[in-house]
């Protein structure tokens, strides 16, 4: 549809200026955005309209990723400032002012950075919630299982779940989860590991496989 060229035609401007960026890794930002406003794209047959709808897209979608970024350096800068930060087998971290849309794509920032369980926790009224991320090694949702009588509610699976409590029980909650991580987690398991599909000798690395690599 109209709607739908509009959208691509705004990424592909925009990956013109990218070099290691495409249109298929562009036009999805229309799934981070509020699910009317990508219905609206997929089916607008007016050009003016979708150019409209197009643009409104691509500021959500850069709002998102300024948040996203903003609030990864806010909560590894908490993690720094925390005297035993270091030593934790679990990141529990709250603000309430943190964007709850990006909270999940957070933690699984924080994780590249310590490699642990993590919880990104936000929200400034009578609900907290949070969105958790997990490592091989430790399922994320028997965890939360051992911290319901903290939670109002949760759900999930082993690498990752969603949960919301009382803002009381945030220092609580954070303090049983690095128990039950510290009770669970071998220590093996927070050592990152590398999946490698195959090997490649020196000569294999050439002009052309690089070529390959960059489509």
Known sequence: TTGIWRAVSRAARKASRSENRSVACQTPGCGCVHLGTTQEVFIETDPARAAEIAAQLQSDNTDRKEADATITQEALAMIQADPDGAVRRSTVIFQP???????????????????????????????????????????????????????LGYGGHYFAAGMTLLPGNVRAFAERFEQVVRETVPEHCFIPEIEIDAELSFTDITNAFHRILGQ
């Open 97 to 151: 002012h943190w964007h709850k849309g990006v909270i999940g794509i957070v933690a699984s920032r924080l994780i590249e950075q310590y490699y642990r369980p993590t919880i990104v926790l936000t929200g400034n009224g009578e609900v907290i919630s949070g969105s958790a991320r997990s490592i091989p090694g430790f399922n994320i949702h028997e965890g939360l299982d051992r911290c319901d009588d903290l939670l």
